[in-house]
């Protein structure tokens, strides 16, 4: 099945951009989703990357899909406190895994004024 | 529409005792899953239901059961606790299998 590493900690001030890493291993991954999940909170999709596709960009958010190593990026533009969250990337597989997410374990942002 | 509502937010359990975390969604959504969270771990899929009727096992579906009698309803019964059970599980639902999934707030549950 599919497996997806992410990085645990991130760590920015108030204002930089902040760039979190998420590598998985089906080569077959139809859709790369990225999470946000606020304190006590479920997860709300933040935005999505088709296979067929190397960045999309979404206002504050672009995400980068390298299909040759199967390294995914989520920035963050201009960063702001509110942006503290765990972030989680997460790939739906093809054949009989379609549509069935595998989740990275998050990765915990902080912001600093 | 109030999305995905879990019920409770949160329990205590003592080992082998047995009980039923509620989901339920009025988006008229054919798909909901169930899902566990553990610290370092993300989300882990333990059961999952393409429509009514229909159900089918994730990774990790041990010590779990569910059915789907409605469209709006997905239950996860524990059948007899365990403290490995202890973790906070969170249902989603999405219209069809591979389209977004909507959340619920999720239930954090303790077993002693």
């Known amino acids: 099945g599919e497996d997806v590493e992410q990085s645990l900690f991130l760590s920015v001030r108030e204002g930089d951009s902040s760039v979190i890493n998420c590598t998985y291993t089906?080569?077959?991954?139809?859709?790369l989703y990225w999470y946000k999940q606020e304190p006590g909170a479920g997860l709300q999709l933040l935005t999505y990357?088709?296979?067929?596709?190397d960045m999309k960009q979404d206002q504050r958010l672009t995400v980068l899909l390298n299909k040759k190593d199967k390294h995914l990026s989520l920035r963050i533009a201009d960063t702001q406190t509110g942006d503290s969250a765990i972030y989680f990337c997460?790939?739906?597989?093809?054949?009989?895994?379609?549509?069935?997410?595998?989740f990275g374990q998050g990765t915990i942002l902080t912001v600093h004024p | 529409n109030a999305g995905v509502t879990q019920t409770p937010k949160f329990q205590v359990l003592k080992t082998g005792q047995s009980m039923t975390l509620q989901c339920a969604q009025d988006?008229?959504?054919?798909?909901m899953s169930w899902y566990r969270q553990d610290p370092g771990m993300g989300l882990r899929l333990i059961h999952y239901?393409?429509?009514?009727?229909?159900?089918d096992q994730g990774e990790v579906p041990n010590g779990y059961n569910v059915s789907r009698s409605t469209t709006e309803d997905f239950p996860l019964r524990l059948l007899s606790a365990a403290p490995s059970q202890t973790s906070v599980y969170f249902c989603?639902?999405?219209?069809?299998?591979?389209?977004?999934?909507?959340f619920g707030p999720g239930t954090r549950l303790t077993v002693l």
């Open positions: 989603a639902s999405s219209y069809l299998l591979g389209d977004e999934q909507f």
């Open positions: 089906d080569s077959s991954s139809t859709y």
């Open positions: 990357i088709f296979s067929n596709m």
């Open positions: 997460a790939g739906s597989a093809g054949g009989t895994s379609y549509g069935k997410l595998t």
């Open positions: 988006m008229n959504h054919e798909y």
């Open positions: 239901s393409v429509g009514a009727g229909i159900t």
